[in-house]
Protein backbone atom coordinates (compact mmCIF):
# COMPACT_ATOMS: atom_id res chain seq x y z
CA UNK A 1 0.00 0.00 0.00
CA UNK A 2 1.43 3.46 -0.74
CA UNK A 3 -0.10 6.74 0.60
CA UNK A 4 0.02 10.04 -0.37
CA UNK A 5 -0.81 13.19 1.58
CA UNK A 6 -1.81 16.78 0.51
CA UNK A 7 -3.20 19.69 1.49
CA UNK A 8 -1.38 21.08 4.04
CA UNK A 9 -0.23 24.99 4.08
CA UNK A 10 0.00 28.08 5.67
CA UNK A 11 -3.38 29.21 7.43
CA UNK A 12 -4.88 31.73 10.36
CA UNK A 13 -6.03 30.68 13.31
CA UNK A 14 -9.96 30.32 13.49
CA UNK A 15 -9.22 29.46 9.59
CA UNK A 16 -10.07 25.59 8.35
CA UNK A 17 -8.22 23.46 5.55
CA UNK A 18 -8.61 20.15 4.30
CA UNK A 19 -6.10 17.21 3.90
CA UNK A 20 -6.46 14.46 1.75
CA UNK A 21 -4.60 10.83 1.35
CA UNK A 22 -4.48 8.81 -1.16
CA UNK A 23 -4.27 5.08 -1.27
CA UNK A 24 -3.28 2.83 -3.71
CA UNK A 25 -1.92 -1.01 -3.98
CA UNK A 26 -3.20 -3.15 -2.20
CA UNK A 27 -5.90 -1.46 -0.25
CA UNK A 28 -8.43 -4.49 0.24
CA UNK A 29 -5.53 -4.95 3.03
CA UNK A 30 -6.03 -2.15 4.78
CA UNK A 31 -7.93 -1.40 8.26
CA UNK A 32 -7.80 1.45 9.93
CA UNK A 33 -6.56 4.76 8.19
CA UNK A 34 -5.30 7.65 10.48
CA UNK A 35 -3.74 10.35 10.72
CA UNK A 36 -0.63 11.60 13.08
CA UNK A 37 1.26 14.87 13.67
CA UNK A 38 4.47 16.22 14.77
CA UNK A 39 4.99 19.20 15.70
CA UNK A 40 8.65 21.17 16.17
CA UNK A 41 10.48 19.58 19.25
CA UNK A 42 7.71 16.95 20.15
CA UNK A 43 6.97 13.59 19.69
CA UNK A 44 4.53 12.35 16.62
CA UNK A 45 0.94 11.86 18.39
CA UNK A 46 -2.33 10.05 17.00
CA UNK A 47 -5.38 12.66 15.64
CA UNK A 48 -7.80 10.60 14.25
CA UNK A 49 -8.82 7.33 12.69
CA UNK A 50 -11.39 5.72 10.20
CA UNK A 51 -12.05 2.11 9.91
CA UNK A 52 -11.27 2.03 5.72
CA UNK A 53 -14.26 -0.76 5.89
CA UNK A 54 -16.77 -0.20 8.80
CA UNK A 55 -16.27 3.71 8.71
CA UNK A 56 -15.88 3.80 12.38
CA UNK A 57 -14.00 6.62 13.67
CA UNK A 58 -11.97 7.98 16.71
CA UNK A 59 -10.36 11.29 18.03
CA UNK A 60 -7.56 12.65 19.71
CA UNK A 61 -9.35 14.59 22.90
CA UNK A 62 -7.50 18.08 21.88
CA UNK A 63 -9.59 18.15 18.06
CA UNK A 64 -12.96 16.40 18.96
CA UNK A 65 -15.40 18.59 17.76
CA UNK A 66 -13.05 20.68 15.46
CA UNK A 67 -11.81 18.19 12.75
CA UNK A 68 -13.46 15.55 10.95
CA UNK A 69 -12.09 12.13 9.16
CA UNK A 70 -13.98 10.53 6.45
CA UNK A 71 -13.58 7.76 3.62
CA UNK A 72 -14.14 7.30 -0.24
CA UNK A 73 -13.11 3.88 -0.75
CA UNK A 74 -14.39 4.72 -4.69
CA UNK A 75 -11.62 6.95 -4.99
CA UNK A 76 -9.47 5.37 -1.86
CA UNK A 77 -8.72 8.45 -0.19
CA UNK A 78 -8.74 9.58 3.81
CA UNK A 79 -9.92 13.04 4.21
CA UNK A 80 -9.10 14.95 7.48
CA UNK A 81 -11.56 18.69 7.14
CA UNK A 82 -10.13 20.70 10.55
CA UNK A 83 -11.99 23.61 11.42
CA UNK A 84 -11.56 26.40 14.23
CA UNK A 85 -7.98 25.55 13.89
CA UNK A 86 -5.05 27.07 16.66
CA UNK A 87 -1.32 27.48 16.35
CA UNK A 88 -0.90 24.61 18.51
CA UNK A 89 -2.40 22.27 15.25
CA UNK A 90 1.15 23.79 13.69
CA UNK A 91 2.52 20.08 12.36
CA UNK A 92 3.85 18.03 9.95
CA UNK A 93 0.89 15.92 9.84
CA UNK A 94 0.84 11.62 8.25
CA UNK A 95 -1.12 9.69 6.77
CA UNK A 96 -1.22 5.48 8.03
CA UNK A 97 -2.78 2.44 7.49
CA UNK A 98 -3.15 -0.65 9.43
CA UNK A 99 -2.93 -4.11 7.92
CA UNK A 100 -5.69 -6.17 8.29
CA UNK A 101 -5.54 -7.92 11.58
CA UNK A 102 -2.94 -6.05 12.85
CA UNK A 103 -2.96 -2.84 15.69
CA UNK A 104 -0.17 -1.11 14.37
CA UNK A 105 0.39 1.37 11.76
CA UNK A 106 2.69 -0.33 8.68
CA UNK A 107 1.91 1.97 5.38
CA UNK A 108 2.93 5.64 5.96
CA UNK A 109 3.00 8.24 3.60
CA UNK A 110 5.35 11.70 3.65
CA UNK A 111 4.24 13.95 5.79
CA UNK A 112 2.38 17.56 4.91
CA UNK A 113 2.60 20.57 6.83
CA UNK A 114 0.19 22.35 8.25
CA UNK A 115 1.39 25.48 9.96
CA UNK A 116 -1.48 28.06 11.68
CA UNK A 117 -0.59 31.81 12.03
CA UNK A 118 -2.00 33.61 15.57
Known amino acids: VQLQASGGGLVQAGDSLGLSCAAS????????VGWFRQAPGKEREFVAA????????NYTDSVKGRFKISRHNAKNTVDLQMNTLRPEDTAVYYC????????????WGQGTLVTVSS
Open 25 to 32: GRTFSMND
Open 50 to 57: INWWGGST
Open 96 to 107: AAQRRGQSEYDY
